[in-house]
């Protein structure tokens, strides 16, 4: 997906937002800013909003010395995700359709997007389970399970900490000893990496793999070469969140995109509407069901 | 009222919109956001945001070639209020409190604003109506009705096209000689200008005055000799809407601030909630009960 107009004003929030997480430095702010504005004024457009994101996220890292701006929304949704898991899995446990359920789970944990809402609470993430509970869903969930009995190597390209503790719960409804985890190679974010798939015990259950990127998506150019190949190799990719969504819609490879569409680009782009359940194959390239704007 | 981070991308947003309205042409639109992106990471924050909103509209003129991207818009809220008047009038005159209901229908008027939201319609407009004439008002009536009882000249700041039907009934309940309404020198987005005031009938019941700028707010160094000299023999002034809040809040004058309080940066610097009917005196430079974040 390439970045549209109404992407600017969004990348330039986040810009803000990040570097008063860094810093009270009010000096520093306005650096950072007008920094992001002059690259703003020079983006290309045709690549997609996260490559943008990543050079802003960089650039404040850089010129605050802060490698992990995030790192407190990190462990706080970590702790909240894990207070939540037992009760959640419970509710899988006794679903007539656990399946469905555990999507639903992994749907509603993608709210914890601090891009999107640098403001999320614990409040929203329960406001956003019992919505994914009773909410359409844009998805077929029998196709998935075909395809995940077909796959042999199944990655499952990770978004945020916090919500890979609802990824759990869809990761356990596969067989374990066919899917690897990515999580992203260095901070960006809140997105997840190594040290969140410790803390919250899924390391434990499945193999986890970094994707050498600090992008919050996965831009596959900006990938390590193990990362590459691993993908290049996999049977199916499950793909978490708006970032993967934007970054890998137009790659030609048998991905399921999981996510909450929280903005109104994606929405449109996908065809749905803003709050959407999306849980959709992409076919090997051909059309999912979206449209184009 | 100086630039926040927060207006950046507000200011970005209302470039593409503005951009859009005025051509089809997708290159004169990426030229033009380039552009402000690049003039935004030089701005002056001191200044206000109405400071870099003028410069970001008359680029776009300059580079489209059409100098009233917004007339469509505003001949479409100067008939639909036309429309509304008689019953609006109806409302007062049954009133019994008039000049209280008056002045919250004037402050309903003001969600007319294409800068803040370019997708305006009837039905928002027939909400604030309602939320208008029911919700508190932040401000005092009869400390207006003793300032306009001992002025004699009173300048009425107006904001925007349609807007100016709904000022007409507060104006109604003021003696007409003293009054002159001001109206914009030349386009920007929906403000009104002369032709708006004869439009709607306005200035067959009091001096229309132009303020010779540009500029979507009152930046009096911007501003005609002429209207600079009536703004210092005034004895009071009644400034409309956030523009002529976020120019004049640092003025030293006689002011009342009529607006609806559209945007989280202007109701945090008044100290209210979003959505808030402001009607707030400065009781010449002193401070009017806001608080500057």
Chains 1, 2 share one sequence.
Request: hydrophobic share 40%; with cysteine; glycine share 6%.
């Amino acid at each position: 997906m390439k970045t549209y107009f109404e992407c600017i004003p969004c990348l330039i929030r986040q810009t803000f937002e990040a570097a008063r997480l860094t810093t009270d430095d009010k000096a520093i702010h306005e650096q950072v800013i007008r920094k992001i504005l002059r690259a703003a004024s020079e983006m290309n457009l045709r690549e997609s909003p996260p490559f943008m994101a990543q050079r802003i996220h960089r650039l404040i890292r850089q010129m605050t010395g802060d490698n992990d701006p995030y790192r407190d929304i990190k462990d706080r949704f970590n702790h909240f995700a894990l207070e939540l898991y037992p009760e959640l899995k419970e509710r899988v446990e006794r679903s007539r359709t656990p399946l469905d359920t555990a999507i639903r789970l992994a749907i509603a944990g993608n709210i914890i997007d601090s891009g999107v809402n640098l403001h999320i609470n614990e409040t929203l993430v329960h406001n956003s389970i019992e919505h994914a509970l009773t909410s359409p869903l844009a998805g077929d969930p029998e196709q998935f399970r075909k395809a995940v009995s077909k796959a042999n190597d199944i990655l499952y390209l990770a978004d945020n900490a916090g919500e890979i503790v609802f990824d759990r719960l869809l990761i356990e409804q596969m067989p374990s000893e066919k899917i690897t985890l990515v999580v992203k190679g260095s901070p960006v974010i809140n997105d997840a990496c190594l040290a969140d798939a410790q803390a919250t015990g899924i390391a434990d259950l499945v193999e986890v793999i970094d994707n050498g990127s600090d992008a919050p998506g996965t831009i596959l150019d900006e990938c390590s070469e193990e990362f590459k190949r691993r993908f290049e190799n996999a049977d199916l990719i499950i793909a978490k969140g708006q970032g993967n969504y934007e970054t890998l819609s137009d790659v030609k490879k048998d991905i399921f995109f999981v996510l909450k569409a929280k903005c109104p680009v994606i929405a449109h782009h996908i065809g749905c509407e803003v709050g959407s359940l999306v849980f959709l194959g992409s076919a090997r390239g051909k059309d999912y069901g979206g449209k184009k704007i």
